[in-house]
T-cell receptor, first 114, second 110 residues
Framework: AQKVTQAQTEISVVEKEDVTLDCVYE???????LFWYKQPPSGELVFLIR??????QNEISGRYSWNFQKSTSSFNFTITASQVVDSAVYFC???????????FGKGTRLSVIA | NAGVTQTPKFRILKIGQSMTLQCTQD?????MYWYRQDPGMGLKLIYY???????DKGEVPNGYNVSRSTTEDFPLRLELAAPSQTSVYFC???????FGFGQGTRLTVV
């Protein structure tokens, strides 16, 4: 079965703290892609990153970084020096080779307090 | 390119009424999807389509119908609205590993 688990339902941090959002996935496929989306209070889904199963290099984009570990089936997302604008719901999603639907986790609501 | 366009953005329905959520994409993507998002539950797949004339059920298809007469359009039909269908609906399209999402439709059934 293909499944994405985001165990953290809600996280609150104070501005400038670092925060890590966890994502654990299950799949029997060897070729797959992992995604992170941000959903701000306005409601739209904002694409953040896509990573394929053959690329385990960590990725950094500004204050955002992602740690992909196949050994633990995890694709965790870290925000460094969080800001109020980072407050949103963050979704991790899994996609298989070919044109198949995205499978989403339940999301983690991040609140960054000034 | 407008990407994926959903209409309406908001709608209030009475129990038992019907409506169609419209979804159009201009990226010539063969694959299109409808998801619903309930609080704390992530996005669940309702229906999807691999091309014009072909549709298939997702995880939560009950109470909905879809059609795909053209590559561009993938409307979602609610025949007898129920309070359990109160949700935010997202349409998406894809080609290979690239996905585009609409802005969402917030539907309330009262």
């Amino acid at each position: 079965a293909q499944k994405v688990t985001q165990a953290q339902t809600e996280i609150s941090v104070v501005e400038k703290e670092d925060v890590t959002l966890d994502c654990v996935y299950e799949t029997r496929d060897t070729t797959y892609y992992l995604f992170w989306y941000k959903q701000p209070p306005s409601g739209e889904l904002v694409f953040l990153i896509r990573r394929n199963s053959f690329d385990e290099q960590n990725e950094i984009s500004g204050r955002y970084s992602w740690n992909f570990q196949k050994s633990t089936s995890s694709f965790n997302f870290t925000i460094t020096a969080s800001q109020v604008v980072d407050s949103a719901v963050y979704f991790c999603a899994l996609h298989f080779s070919g044109n198949t639907p995205l499978v989403f986790g339940k999301g983690t609501r991040l609140s960054v307090i000034a | 390119n407008a990407g994926v366009t959903q209409t309406p953005k908001f709608r209030i329905l009475k129990i038992g009424q019907s409506m169609t959520l419209q979804c159009t994409q201009d990226m010539n993507h063969n694959y299109m999807y409808w998801y619903r998002q309930d609080p704390g539950m992530g996005l669940k797949l309702i229906y999807y389509s691999v091309g014009a004339g072909i549709t298939d059920k997702g995880e939560v298809p009950n109470g909905y119908n879809v059609s795909r007469s053209t590559t561009e359009d993938f409307p979602l039909r609610l025949e007898l609205a129920a309070p359990s269908q109160t949700s935010v609906y997202f349409c998406a399209s894809s080609y290979s590993i690239g996905f585009g999402f609409g802005q969402g439709t917030r539907l309330t059934v009262v």
